[in-house]
């Protein structure tokens, strides 16, 4: 993020990554580097039978600053829509997560492709219109091998539409891999 004073421009950063990337820790130190109250929008829906993502999103946890501020199982699209001031900078992570919500509350998992666009475009939007700094986190899940399942190709198909929507309406991207950042806008 650029912004070093209230007067800046905000900015919108779209983080990209794999697996195990780093982009969450990326998107992370852009944050604290920012400076000022930070929001979090954690965005996974969590499991109690699922021992292993409950995990991971105690890792996540654990690396957030105590000062910032977390929605947990947080709808971005609704929450950035607000018309409250918004704090200093509004991170999301992440987009996959959220995502996969979505479809699940839309039952679209056996459903044509597209079915959530209303989710997507609503989303697309409300980062487009978003007044304050914002952190970006989705999964770049198209540089692997072609998901076996219809859902995972559903997932993948819908994930990177979404991906370069976002990027679209960014000001700046970057892909995370093995931890180092590559800017690509």
């Not at 996969?100 to 980062?127: K, M, Y």
Request: glycine residues 8%; hydrophobic residues 45%; proline residues 9%.
């Amino acid at each position: 993020m650029s912004q070093t004073s209230s007067s800046a421009a905000p900015r919108s950063t779209l983080v990209l990554g794999g697996a195990r990337s780093g982009k969450s820790a990326f998107a992370e130190d852009i944050a604290v580097r920012a400076g000022g109250p930070v929001r979090y929008l954690a965005t996974a829906v969590p499991d109690p039978a699922d021992h292993d993502f409950a995990e991971r999103i105690a890792t996540h946890r654990g690396r957030r600053p105590a000062g910032w501020s977390t929605v947990e199982s947080a709808d971005p699209a609704a929450i950035l829509a607000e018309p409250a001031p918004p704090p200093a900078l509004t991170l999301i992570d992440d987009i996959g997560t959220w995502l996969t919500a979505r479809i699940d509350a839309s039952d679209a998992w056996d459903a044509p492709r597209g079915t959530v666009c209303p989710d997507t475009d609503a989303l697309v939007a409300a980062v487009a219109a978003y007044p304050g700094d914002l952190v970006i986190v989705s999964p770049e899940v198209g540089m692997g091998v072609i998901p076996a399942t219809r859902s995972g190709r559903l997932f993948r198909d819908e994930i990177g539409i979404l991906n370069q929507r976002l990027a679209q309406v960014c000001d700046e991207a970057f892909l995370v891999v093995a931890g180092l950042p590559l800017r690509l806008k």
